[in-house]
């Protein structure tokens, strides 16, 4: 690809991801539609999605940004659910879409409708996850949800190798088919639990925060790509790394952690506005090759296709969630209770996205001389299937989650935890501060000491003072109020700063290590302030 689409491609879709915040729309259903209406407009490129590029290259760092974030704890607490729908949804969509298929669309050899299967079965759950989070979802379902995402593109990756192997007459068997998977997984696993100690030695041992902050980028495509050379799970090695190192992030140097969050969030954004625009892009590439099932066939074949796949997921969810309840005293003793609320919001939060059409894509267009099986039909029906699920399910998941009214968060009782919370964490700090400066050899002025204990005080006040009282003139709370007054004398400092630079008293350099220092300074005290 030219250098020049692709900036068009980045910047237009950080541009409308932008444009997004300003709307009730979520980003990504804004993206695909622009990517809509735009894939029409004379004169732009021909975006056509190559899964040598999608697979090994975006994959690895939007899965290892969401696992750093994600919590391993609430991922353990969650597993059984996670596990249902990322392992046991994959497989039952695959055999359910593939055998729906087989039956509705003449001359589709199963082996084919099977790889159709498997290519639209992970449910790609970005959209779901900023909508659960804007809404305010309780955490679990979140949980879930998140850690679905995770893991569900390695089983379906490892079905549709089989399923290929199948078309191809390469011997699969069921038996060969669940062995690969297993393979795979175990594979997938053991090489993120090798990586993951010596990745984590690394971080905490580089003293460089650019060079810690480059491993940080690397360290992606190194699990995905070592776990891919050995034939196993590249996705399951990236997660389980990330997983650990998300977990003690708290051990790398804090101005590396500083840093990385500025980085990922940055990639995370730019790949996945670029991702979801990607898919609207694909419609000419798609349409280009239906050849004979255009028109009112085509339309019914993917009408269909998409009730199976929305029904499919609401026939596994429902049992799922309420069957092992009934049969086990101890997952009763040890989960909480699941609601039909969280089951339906579970089994509507079901869109896919860009994984799904970069599998399709990976089809092998022919073999051994012979043109794959309608190929380009199970190339328009994924299509068709990732941008009804995006539109229909991503525009009434909100409205569907006010409709069922789950219970708010409860803020205050949240800020009195975080609270309590610092309070420990205050008189653990006091305590070691008066332990150091009973040692001689950590002697301070009676100032410089008095200050160490001021900004320990005022950590501990500033959660507290959010449950204050707003101020009756400004109407901001005593939180707002510091974080505001603090901005202003710290930009009266960074004007000083600039001025005694164009006066050449002080040199380019000196301000910018000056306007660091302020810029850390801001950063804590708004931190420090909630």
């Not at 997952?331 to 994984?355: F, H, L, N, Q, Y």
């Not at 202003?488 to 910018?512: N, T």
């Amino acid at each position: 690809m030219d250098v020049l689409p692709l900036l068009l491609l980045v910047a237009g879709s950080a541009a409308v991801a932008g444009a997004a915040r300003r709307t009730p729309v979520p980003a990504p259903l804004l993206l695909v539609a622009v990517g809509l209406a735009v894939s029409y407009v004379p004169g732009v490129p021909d975006y056509t999605l190559d899964p040598k590029i999608v697979l090994p290259l975006l994959l690895p760092p939007l899965l290892y940004t969401s696992a750093t974030d994600s919590s391993y704890l609430d991922l353990r607490a969650q597993f059984r659910p996670v596990a249902l729908l990322s392992v046991g949804y994959v497989l039952f969509a695959t055999v359910a879409v593939g055998w729906a298929a087989y039956v509705l669309i003449p001359g589709m050899p199963l082996t084919a409708a099977l790889v159709l299967g498997a290519v639209v079965a992970p449910p790609d759950a970005v959209a779901a996850t900023a909508v659960a989070r804007r809404v305010g979802l309780p955490s679990r379902i979140t949980t879930i949800l998140q850690g679905e995402s995770l893991l569900n593109d390695a089983t379906a990756i490892t079905a549709y190798k089989v399923a290929v192997a199948a078309v191809v007459g390469e011997g699969a068997t069921w038996a060969g088919g669940i062995r690969e998977f297993l393979l795979a997984a175990v594979g997938g696993v053991g090489v993120g639990l090798v990586l993951m100690a010596p990745l984590h030695w690394l971080r905490t041992h580089l003293t460089e925060p650019l060079l810690q902050n480059t491993l940080s980028l690397l360290i992606p495509f190194v699990a995905y790509g070592v776990a891919e050379q050995l034939h196993a799970s590249g996705v399951l090695a990236v997660v389980v790394v990330a997983l650990y190192l998300g977990h003690r992030a708290w051990e790398v140097d804090f101005a590396t952690r500083l840093q990385e969050e500025a980085v990922w969030k940055m990639v995370a954004f730019i790949l996945e506005s670029a991702v979801f625009a990607l898919i609207g892009l694909q419609l000419p590439v798609v349409l280009k090759g239906l050849g004979g099932y255009e028109g009112a066939k085509a339309t019914w074949y993917a009408v269909a296709l998409f009730l199976v796949v929305v029904l499919a997921r609401f026939v596994w969810v429902y049992p799922a969630t309420f069957l092992p309840r009934a049969l086990s005293a101890r997952i009763r003793e040890r989960e909480e209770d699941p609601t039909w609320r969280g089951a339906m919001v579970t089994s509507w939060a079901g869109m896919r996205g860009v994984v799904s059409l970069a599998i399709a894509f990976s089809i092998p267009t022919v073999h051994d001389g012979h043109p794959f099986p309608q190929r380009n039909l199970i190339l328009f029906l994924t299509f068709t299937t990732v941008i009804g699920t995006l539109v229909v399910q991503g525009l009434t998941l909100p409205p569907l989650i006010g409709l069922l009214k789950f219970p708010g968060r409860d803020r205050q009782a949240e800020t009195l935890a975080e609270a309590n919370a610092q309070a420990q964490a205050s008189r653990a700090a006091e305590s070691r501060l008066d332990e150091l400066l009973s040692d001689e050899r950590n002697a301070l002025p009676p100032p410089l000491a008095d200050r160490l204990r001021t900004v320990l005080e005022r950590r501990r006040n500033a959660v507290w003072e959010r449950l204050g009282q707003v101020n009756p003139v400004t109407g901001e709370s005593v939180d707002d109020t510091y974080r505001r007054l603090s901005r202003e004398m710290i930009g009266a400092e960074r004007e000083v700063f600039v001025r005694l630079r164009d006066h050449r008293y002080i040199d380019d350099e000196m301000l910018r290590a000056l306007l660091r220092r302020l810029d850390l300074e801001e950063a804590a005290a708004y931190r420090e302030a909630g």
